[in-house]
Nanobody
Framework: QVQLVESGGGLVQPGGSLRLSCAASGRAFGSYIMGWFRQVPGKEREFVAA????????DYADSVKGRFTISRDNAKNTVYLQMNSLKPEDTAVYYCAARSTLYSGPYYRAANYDYWGQGTQVTVSS
């Protein structure tokens, strides 16, 4: 049983930083893509960043490039999202997700992920 557990959300002032963690368990993730998505009420879940567990390639949404960094720790089976220079528009529930690299659908679409965490709230406000 695959389990993804996010942590690290909270309230931060504009310009501040947070680091989200996603602890993954239940299988070997070497052939998986790990993604971070976010969602605000009334809107679709939005792609934030992705990392290929094998090789460590990454990609980001334009809205977070240069501010967010996705990384992984193989020994801890954990994926991180370091968020710097946070803006009020970054406020959302952030979700960790996983999908196999064997699947051919676009990695930036939430519908193409098989496993999801419960989400963690990030609020950027003064």
């Amino acid at each position: 049983q695959v389990q993804l557990v996010e942590s690290g959300g909270g309230l931060v002032q504009p310009g501040g930083s947070l680091r989200l963690s996603c602890a993954a368990s239940g299988r070997a993730f070497g052939s998986y893509i790990m993604g971070w998505f976010r969602q605000v009420p009334g809107k679709e879940r939005e792609f934030v960043a992705a990392i290929w567990w094998l090789g460590g390639n990454t990609d980001y949404a334009d809205s977070v490039k240069g501010r967010f960094t996705i990384s992984r720790d193989n020994a801890k089976n954990t994926v991180y999202l370091q968020m710097n220079s946070l803006k009020p528009e970054d406020t959302a529930v952030y979700y960790c997700a996983a999908r196999s690299t064997l699947y051919s659908g676009p990695y930036y679409r939430a519908a193409n992920y098989d496993y999801w965490g419960q989400g963690t709230q990030v609020t950027v406000s003064s």
